[in-house]
């Protein structure tokens, strides 16, 4: 125990951090660890075309009204997060749901759009499975994938995709490669399965889930951002890489910005967490496709340095990542959302998306770890304070009767 002269000192070099630092020590970092198209065009030229814009074919459905909040945040909690994000330097949003309770406390440009890249996987997936709910997809269905269904990007199915016959697998092993492994391609074969992009809108608003938005698929998507309309041999090798490397600057910096001010594939980190905690509820599909969804996260690979980085032992975390395209030292999109859940198994559905920015990547993942560790700071204490509770009342008196 520190005596008081001790403690003076310590609270005012706790004073003299920096509000992430603070918040870092609170959540036991501390300190110490903070941290294609034509490619001729001129600069001149490019300053004057007109931003990519990313066609939709079919009308957007109108958002549904999601549901609120059923109860009001902790404030200690909101301020930790706030702490967290006003001093990261570029568009960050937090939101954490409380699962049990109803709360979100949240933080940032948790309200805006902010590009969701391969966490849009979520919904794709959501849209298979209600679609296996109603009796019109089977898990155990065959699905081939060949060469032609190639994206770009991060996709290991192509080894196996290109072979002579393609490669058949089922539905359900498709969804694990695309939810586990991040794989583009097993993502875009599932879009075309059941609809194509159109289809994902539908069960959004169906669902009510609020500022959630859908993109054009993955080849548009990430072609419109890159300033590039989309060929298909950009599906092979580095050609798309090679493509988007000699367009201008001017080029690639009014795409990169305009996908940053307004991505297709836009949510906002309040909606996704609110999301996720009705999916744990069991409000969003039925019970064995929430228990599949929820087991098929729970075995992601990617983003282990991400939220996952901050989640102590005992605690379990199913979650989606997703990483858009980097322009210099800027990257537009650096997301990990997922249900995190204590020993006890109380649950809390976290969102950290960092729409924009150009800190290192070490800086982000901290920031999410920052976060992972404030929830569980938060859990520790209320748990703690619910056992103190039944010593603070007062007793009763024994004898009662004697005493009239």
């Not at 301020?79 to 049990?100: K, M, N, P, Q």
């Not at 759009?113 to 709910?133: C, G, H, I, N, Y």
Request: hydrophobic share 45%.
């Amino acid at each position: 125990m520190l005596n008081p002269r001790q403690g003076a000192a310590n609270v005012k070099k706790f004073l003299g951090f920096s509000s992430l630092e603070r918040a870092l020590t609170v959540a036991g970092l501390g300190p110490a660890i903070l941290l294609g198209c034509s490619v001729t065009q001129s600069a001149q030229l490019a300053a004057y075309l007109p931003a990519p814009s990313y066609r939709v074919l079919m009308p957007i459905p109108a958002a549904a009204a999601a549901p609120q909040p059923t109860a009001p945040a902790p404030r200690e909690l909101v301020d930790a997060l706030a702490a967290l994000t006003g001093d990261f330097s570029g568009i960050v949003g937090v939101a954490v749901t409380s699962v049990d309770d109803g709360w979100v406390a949240a933080s940032g440009t948790a309200m805006r759009r902010l590009p969701q890249q391969s966490v849009s996987k979520l919904w794709v997936t959501m849209t298979v499975l209600d679609q296996v709910d109603q009796g019109r997809i089977r898990l155990d269905d065959p699905i081939t994938v060949t060469k032609n269904d190639l994206t770009l990007f991060h996709q290991p199915i192509a080894a196996l995709a290109v072979r002579e016959g393609g490669y058949t697998t089922t539905v359900g092993e498709l969804m694990k490669r695309a939810m586990q492994m991040s794989d583009n391609t097993c993502n875009d074969k599932l879009l075309r399965l059941v609809g194509g992009p159109q289809a994902v809108r539908e069960f959004i608003a169906r669902k009510q889930l609020g500022a959630i938005g859908f993109g054009p698929g993955e080849k548009l998507l990430q072609a419109g951002t890159a300033g590039l309309e989309w060929r298909p041999e950009y599906s092979m090798g580095n050609a798309f890489a090679q493509a988007r490397a000699r367009l201008s600057p001017a080029v690639r910096r009014a795409a990169f910005d305009a996908y940053v001010a307004s991505p297709p594939d836009g949510a906002a980190p309040q909606a996704i967490s609110m999301a996720l905690a009705r999916l744990k509820r069991g409000e969003i599909l039925s019970a064995s496709s929430t228990d599949w969804l929820l087991r098929t996260m729970a075995g992601a690979r990617t983003g282990r340095a991400r939220i996952h980085g901050g989640v102590p032992a005992g605690w379990e975390y199913g979650h989606k990542t997703g990483t858009g395209q980097d322009y210099l030292s800027r990257t537009a999109g650096f997301n990990d959302v997922g249900i995190l859940t204590a020993p006890d198994g109380r649950s809390y559905a976290v969102a950290v998306m960092i729409g924009d920015t150009t800190r290192p990547i070490r800086e982000r993942q901290l920031l999410m770890q920052a976060v992972a560790r404030t929830v569980v700071a938060h859990h520790e204490q209320l748990r703690f304070a619910q056992q103190q509770a039944p010593q603070l009342q007062p007793q009763p008196i024994a004898h009662a009767q004697a005493l009239n």
